[in-house]
C-alpha cells in the first residue's frame, strides 16, 4: 500500500486532478480503501452542494428493498449507497433510483461502510449526514425531524424506537407495535439500553439505532483522519465510544419502525450480540 504521505489519485472516479488524502494513524489503512489496499469503486457523480443533506445508506444484498426506500426519501436531499460487497443488484438497483454508489470490493461490514460514507461526505463538505439502513425499517420521512433536532445545538440526533412521543406531536400509530423485531430483540434491546446509559454516561434511548443524523463538524472531529474500524460490523459501541471522547451534544427524537418487506436481517442473533458487548466493554475500559 502507499505511503500516507504520497499524493493518491482523487477518492472518487471521474476527477481527473490530483490531491492529497486525510492521513491516517502509521500502520493504518489508507482512507478509500479495504484492509487488501484496493479502491472502493465510485458510480455517480460529486454532488457539490454543501447546503444539502448527505442520505447514507450502507447495504448488503439489499436489491429488493432498496426501490422503496429511495422512492420515499423527501426532495432535495442527496443519496450515498454504500454497497458492502453485494452479490446481488444492490449497486444498479441503487443507481436506476438516482443515488451514487461506493462499492467495496468485499463484504466489510456496515461499520466499514459507513466510515467510507462520513469520508465521502467530508469530501463534498455535506453539513448534514443522516444515516439509515437499506432495508426500509427507517422511514425517510422522518429525515426533517432529526435534522430540525440537530438545528437546536446538537451534534448527534439518533432517532428511538424507545423514546416516548410528546402530546404536540403524537405516535402517528399509536395502535402497532413501534418496533416489530423479534422478540427476543424487543425484550432484551430496552434493557440494554437503560443499562448502557447508566454505565457509559451516554444519554441514549436507543444506542442500538442506525437511524442518525450528524454535523459535518463532529464527523470530521471524531473521523476526519481516515482511520478503519475496530469492529467494523459491530460499530454503535465504537461509534459512541468516540462520540463520547470528544465531548459530542447528543440528543434524540422518537421514531418507528416498519417491519422488513423483503429478506432477512443480515445479523446473527448471537454473533451480533457477542460484538456488541465487546464495543460495550471497550467504553467501560476507556472511561
Request: aromatic share 6%; glycine share 10%; hydrophobic share 35%.
Given at each position: 500500500?502507499?505511503?500516507?504521505?504520497q499524493?493518491?489519485?482523487?477518492?472518487?472516479?471521474?476527477?481527473?486532478?490530483?490531491?492529497?488524502?486525510?492521513?491516517?494513524?502509521?500502520?493504518?489503512?489508507?482512507?478509500?480503501?479495504?484492509?487488501?489496499?484496493s479502491?472502493?469503486?465510485?458510480?455517480?457523480?460529486?454532488?457539490?452542494?454543501?447546503?444539502?443533506?448527505?442520505?447514507?445508506?450502507?447495504?448488503?444484498?439489499?436489491?429488493?428493498?432498496?426501490?422503496?426506500?429511495?422512492?420515499?426519501?423527501?426532495?432535495?436531499?442527496?443519496v450515498?449507497?454504500v454497497?458492502?460487497?453485494?452479490?446481488?443488484?444492490t449497486?444498479?438497483?441503487?443507481?436506476?433510483?438516482?443515488?451514487?454508489?461506493?462499492?467495496?470490493?468485499?463484504?466489510?461490514?456496515?461499520?466499514?461502510?459507513?466510515?467510507?460514507?462520513?469520508?465521502a461526505?467530508?469530501?463534498?463538505?455535506?453539513?448534514?449526514?443522516?444515516e439509515?439502513?437499506?432495508d426500509?425499517?427507517?422511514?425517510?420521512?422522518?429525515?426533517?425531524?432529526?435534522?430540525?433536532?440537530?438545528?437546536?445545538?446538537?451534534?448527534?440526533?439518533?432517532?428511538?424506537r424507545?423514546?416516548?412521543?410528546?402530546?404536540?406531536?403524537?405516535?402517528?400509530?399509536?395502535?402497532?407495535?413501534?418496533y416489530?423485531?423479534?422478540?427476543i430483540r424487543?425484550?432484551?434491546?430496552?434493557?440494554?439500553?437503560?443499562?448502557?446509559?447508566?454505565?457509559?454516561?451516554?444519554?441514549?434511548?436507543?444506542?442500538?439505532?442506525?437511524?442518525?443524523?450528524?454535523?459535518?463538524?463532529?464527523?470530521?472531529?471524531?473521523?476526519?483522519?481516515?482511520?478503519?474500524?475496530?469492529?467494523?460490523?459491530?460499530?454503535?459501541?465504537?461509534?459512541?465510544?468516540?462520540?463520547?471522547?470528544?465531548?459530542?451534544?447528543?440528543?434524540?427524537?422518537?421514531?418507528?419502525?416498519?417491519?422488513?418487506?423483503?429478506?432477512?436481517?443480515?445479523?446473527?442473533?448471537?454473533?451480533?450480540?457477542?460484538?456488541?458487548?465487546?464495543g460495550?466493554?471497550?467504553i467501560?475500559?476507556?472511561?
Amino acid at each position: 500500500m502507499a505511503s500516507s504521505r504520497q499524493p493518491r489519485q482523487a477518492y472518487l472516479r471521474g476527477v481527473n486532478h490530483l490531491r492529497r488524502m486525510p492521513k491516517g494513524p502509521p500502520g493504518a489503512p489508507a482512507q478509500g480503501r479495504d484492509r487488501s489496499g484496493s479502491r472502493p469503486s465510485v458510480t455517480g457523480d460529486r454532488f457539490h452542494t454543501p447546503d444539502k443533506i448527505l442520505a447514507l445508506i450502507p447495504a448488503y444484498n439489499e436489491a429488493e428493498c432498496l426501490p422503496a426506500v429511495l422512492s420515499s426519501l423527501p426532495k432535495g436531499v442527496d443519496v450515498l449507497v454504500v454497497d458492502d460487497g453485494s452479490t446481488d443488484r444492490t449497486s444498479a438497483v441503487a443507481r436506476e433510483g438516482g443515488a451514487r454508489v461506493i462499492s467495496h470490493a468485499e463484504n466489510r461490514g456496515q461499520g466499514a461502510a459507513l466510515l467510507t460514507g462520513f469520508h465521502a461526505a467530508i469530501e463534498d463538505r455535506y453539513p448534514v449526514v443522516v444515516e439509515l439502513d437499506a432495508d426500509g425499517q427507517h422511514d425517510p420521512r422522518d429525515i426533517p425531524r432529526l435534522t430540525a433536532k440537530l438545528r437546536e445545538g446538537y451534534d448527534v440526533v439518533i432517532g428511538s424506537r424507545y423514546l416516548p412521543f410528546p402530546e404536540e406531536a403524537p405516535d402517528p400509530a399509536p395502535d402497532r407495535p413501534r418496533y416489530a423485531g423479534p422478540l427476543i430483540r424487543r425484550l432484551l434491546l430496552p434493557t440494554f439500553a437503560r443499562i448502557f446509559a447508566r454505565r457509559a454516561h451516554i444519554a441514549t434511548t436507543d444506542p442500538m439505532s442506525g437511524y442518525r443524523a450528524f454535523t459535518r463538524g463532529i464527523i470530521e472531529k471524531a473521523f476526519g483522519n481516515g482511520e478503519a474500524a475496530e469492529e467494523p460490523q459491530y460499530f454503535s459501541m465504537e461509534l459512541y465510544r468516540k462520540l463520547q471522547d470528544i465531548g459530542a451534544r447528543i440528543g434524540e427524537v422518537p421514531i418507528r419502525i416498519h417491519p422488513r418487506t423483503h429478506g432477512k436481517s443480515k445479523k446473527g442473533f448471537v454473533r451480533y450480540g457477542l460484538g456488541v458487548l465487546r464495543g460495550f466493554a471497550s467504553i467501560l475500559r476507556a472511561r
